[in-house]
């Protein structure tokens, strides 16, 4: 296994960001920096060996510092969205920043997890090289309460699986839902959309959301619907059927609390294949509807639907629907998920 580490560069207030390069003998290469815990690079071959970046990124420290959208970083302390950005506990009330389009809460508000500064270490361990990501978040953090002491482990080995380990605990109640926000292109980043790709997803069951994309509270069947990847289909087959395309939660079918298969997305052409495990209760599946004009790392400009998010979470806006699993984290328990992202090489 490779680890390796270099400066990155330096933010406005002279404090170092560190790369963090992890390899495995199959030529496959993961990057990670400390600032947002974020994922800048994940290199693979394709099926004539080829190898290609397939995460969409920047090369840069001031593109990650500025607006995007949330490429590779980890989000919270709710990922997704939280309607009007309140919610209550106890009958607290608590007010987080309206950051998406002033209507909802998103992915922990102006300065999520994304934006800040990570202490980071690097481990060896079982045949495995990776990253240990500390951060503490303090009370009144974006609105929450509590101090939240977060801590993200990725790792990676030589059967090619990049686990992420999420951790957290709080002195005060308070709402928790980590998730990572890469963006794939198993053609390779830049390299056109995503509607060819071939994605099955585990899930009989999703939550349709409203026109602004929070949850109506109702829990539906994907049988008959655009939602249905059961048996696997081109991403773009039903995409113009789904207003706006894909950006919804999906329920995983599990029959335990251990790591469960949520996806699986193959690129025919390359042969790469991605499987994403989980111990979470569901997915969000984004078909990458808001990319078109972004600039990336080396000049590409992305592409409306140039990339796609599998990110493993909670169910959005959770704090306002009983129904829906519990999101408050209490003093004393400990978040505690693992997400595996498997990535291969399939035969024709």
């Not at 990670?32 to 090369?59: C, H, Q, W």
């Not at 922990?108 to 500390?134: D, S």
């Not at 773009?236 to 999906?250: N, R, S, T, W």
Request: with cysteine; charged share 20%.
């Amino acid at each position: 296994m490779l680890s390796e580490k270099k400066l990155f560069g330096r933010l406005d207030d002279g404090r170092e960001v560190t790369l963090f390069t992890l390899g495995n003998s199959r030529d496959l290469s993961v990057s990670i920096i400390n600032y947002g815990a974020t994922i800048t690079s994940v290199r693979m071959p394709e099926r004539n060996g080829k190898i290609s970046e397939i995460t969409l990124g920047f090369d840069n420290l001031p593109d990650y510092v500025g607006q995007h959208p949330f490429f590779g970083g980890i989000v919270g302390r709710f990922g997704n969205r939280i309607a009007g950005g309140k919610f209550s506990i106890g009958g607290q009330e608590y007010t987080l920043a309206c950051n998406d389009h002033g209507i909802h809460h998103l992915h922990g508000g102006e300065r999520g997890f994304y934006k800040v500064l990570w202490q980071a270490q690097a481990f060896e361990q079982n045949e495995a090289a990776g990253i240990t990501l500390t951060y503490h978040s303090a009370d009144g953090e974006e609105g929450y309460p509590g101090n939240l002491e977060v801590r993200v482990n990725y790792s990676l080995n030589e059967n090619s699986e990049l686990r992420i380990e999420y951790r957290a605990r709080t002195d005060k109640p308070t709402p928790v839902n980590l998730t990572n926000h890469a963006y794939w292109n198993l053609a390779g980043a830049g390299c056109g959309s995503i509607k060819q790709h071939l994605l099955r997803l585990n899930c009989s069951r999703y939550l349709p959301v409203t026109e602004t994309l929070v949850p109506t509270g109702e829990i539906n069947d994907v049988k008959g619907t655009p939602m249905d990847f059961l048996r696997g289909k081109a991403v773009g087959k039903e995409l113009d059927q789904v207003p706006g395309g894909y950006d919804h939660c999906f329920i995983i079918d599990r029959h335990d609390s251990g790591l469960a298969e949520a996806a699986r997305l193959t690129e025919p052409e390359s042969g790469r294949c991605l499987e994403v495990l989980t111990t979470k209760p569901a997915i969000q599946f984004y078909s990458g509807n808001f990319l078109d004009g972004i600039t990336g790392r080396d000049g590409q400009v992305f592409t409306k639907h140039g990339g796609l998010c599998l990110e493993t979470e909670y169910y959005p806006d959770a704090v306002h629907h009983s129904k829906f699993p519990n999101v408050i984290l209490e003093p004393g328990r400990e978040y505690n998920h693992v997400t595996v992202y498997k990535l291969s090489i399939t035969d024709r």
